[in-house]
């Protein structure tokens, strides 16, 4: 009887033991497997090459002169009467268009990044804005790579700076900063990102002078990083910000509860701001109870239900953009 007893918790442990592991295996399949290798692309025109026809999957969309198959989108070497130079000689081209465009110095780096970075910039003509964000997913190239392919852009017919794409000027450098806060953020769109702030968050918060002022400004936010702002969007009551705290204010003359942000406090009345921007002025005689809720933040706690994963992703790329040099360049152009 005993050694059976000892066999059954045995089997048990063994069921147990099994089934962690296979739950273990399970997780590791989901999230992706093991942990893949760092990236080793070097920043020349041979590791970009292996970009452009690999991980980048340009060429799902590109053909460069013969090579590929793809027809929908822009022929990226000397192609037809339509592209009579390959993309190295005519990014010198869009360069100077650009130039004019913009009353801003583009060089032939300064293109290709951009057009990279942030496509909707300049569309070729003939052409819709559906250039794949290379550096969101399901692609999530990194700014390394990046680097690659536009050293081998640049390599087909053009003047090729290896020097100058590993510090490029103000511009490109802009651009690099947005891709870098992009993979910082886990691969996102900021351009999209910035139009979801703009439907879902600016009636509150403002960056770089536009939107809302019940919430804090997050025109340096990106500085908090991915973790903080996340956890501020997903779980708005955990850390509430200084200054931002929720009040709860029960009147004696009709028993209402003004629940907000106190943005006035004098001997004579207290100032509710809700959240939806409304204020409610209450003369201290008729408060039968006031207090803080620290379990509370005025900001809402089901914003994500309103945002698709991949827009989530979007605005915490832009957030993460965020470092103060948006509002700063706007100051010195003004
Ligand atoms: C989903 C399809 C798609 C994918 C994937 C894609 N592109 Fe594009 N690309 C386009 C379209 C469409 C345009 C034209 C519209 C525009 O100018 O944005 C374009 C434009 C360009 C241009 C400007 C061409 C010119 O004549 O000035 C460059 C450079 C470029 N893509 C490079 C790349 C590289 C490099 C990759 C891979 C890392 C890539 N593209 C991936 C669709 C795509
Ligand atoms: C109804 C107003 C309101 C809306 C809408 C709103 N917020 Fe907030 N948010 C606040 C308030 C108030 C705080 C400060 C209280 C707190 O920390 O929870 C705050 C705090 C934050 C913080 C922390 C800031 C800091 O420096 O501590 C971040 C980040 C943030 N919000 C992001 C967002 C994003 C992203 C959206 C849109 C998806 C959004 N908020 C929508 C009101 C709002």
């Known amino acids: 009887m005993r050694s059976n007893a000892i066999v059954r918790v045995f089997v048990f442990l063994l069921v147990v033991?099994?089934?962690?592991?296979?739950?273990?295996?399970?997780?590791?399949?989901?999230?992706?497997?093991?942990?893949?290798?760092?990236?080793?692309?070097?920043?020349t025109p041979e590791g970009g090459e292996a970009i452009f026809w690999g991980k980048g999957r340009c060429f799902t969309c590109h053909s460069l002169g013969g090579e590929g198959s793809a027809v929908r989108?822009?022929?990226?070497?000397?192609?037809?009467?339509?592209?009579?130079?390959?993309?190295?000689?005519?990014?010198?081209?869009?360069?100077?268009?650009?130039?004019e465009e913009t009353?801003?110095?583009?060089?032939?780096?300064?293109?290709?990044?951009?057009?990279?970075?942030?496509?909707?910039?300049?569309?070729?003509?003939?052409?819709?804005?559906?250039?794949?964000?290379?550096?969101?997913?399901?692609?999530?190239?990194?700014l390394k790579e990046i680097k690659a392919v536009i050293a081998y852009l640049q390599s087909q017919g053009g003047d090729l700076d290896l020097d100058n794409i590993e510090n490029p000027g103000e511009l490109a450098q802009s651009y690099y900063a947005r891709i870098a806060a992009a993979s910082a953020a886990g691969g996102g769109d900021p351009g999209n990102g910035e139009e979801m702030f703009a439907d879902t968050c600016s009636d509150c918060h403002s960056i770089a002078?536009?939107?809302?002022?019940?919430?804090?400004?997050?025109?340096?936010i990106g500085e908090k990083?991915?973790?903080?702002?996340?956890?501020?969007?997903?779980?708005?009551?955990?850390?509430?910000?200084?200054?931002?705290?929720t009040w709860v204010v029960v009147t004696k003359?009709?028993?209402?509860?003004?629940?907000?942000?106190?943005?006035?406090?004098?001997?004579?009345e207290v100032q509710i701001t809700k959240a939806t921007g409304e204020v409610a002025v209450i003369p201290r005689d008729d408060i039968r109870?006031?207090?803080?809720?620290?379990?509370?933040?005025?900001?809402?706690?089901?914003?994500?239900?309103?945002?698709?994963?991949?827009?989530?992703?979007?605005?915490?790329?832009?957030l993460m953009m965020q470092k103060g040099d948006e509002a700063s360049a706007k100051e010195a152009a003004q």
């Open 289 to 318: 109870e006031i207090k803080q809720d620290e379990g509370a933040s005025v900001m809402p706690n089901d914003l994500t239900e309103m945002l698709t994963v991949k827009d989530f992703q979007d605005v915490l790329a832009y």
């Open 225 to 245: 990083g991915l973790k903080f702002i996340s956890q501020s969007i997903l779980r708005p009551a955990r850390k509430i910000s200084d200054g931002y705290e």
């Open 73 to 99: 989108c822009p022929n990226l070497g000397q192609f037809g009467e339509k592209f009579p130079l390959p993309i190295g000689a005519r990014a010198e081209q869009r360069a100077k268009e650009r130039s």
């Open 17 to 43: 033991l099994g089934t962690y592991m296979w739950i273990g295996q399970a997780i590791t399949a989901m999230t992706g497997g093991e942990r893949k290798a760092a990236s080793v692309v070097e920043v």
């Open 209 to 220: 002078g536009d939107g809302g002022d019940i919430g804090p400004d997050l025109s340096r």
């Open 103 to 142: 009353g801003t110095h583009y060089s032939s780096t300064d293109y290709l990044v951009e057009s990279l970075a942030k496509p909707d910039a300049y569309l070729v003509e003939g052409y819709k804005n559906e250039m794949a964000i290379v550096y969101a997913p399901p692609i999530s190239l990194n």
């Open 253 to 268: 003359s009709d028993e209402r509860k003004h629940v907000g942000l106190k943005s006035g406090d004098t001997p004579a």
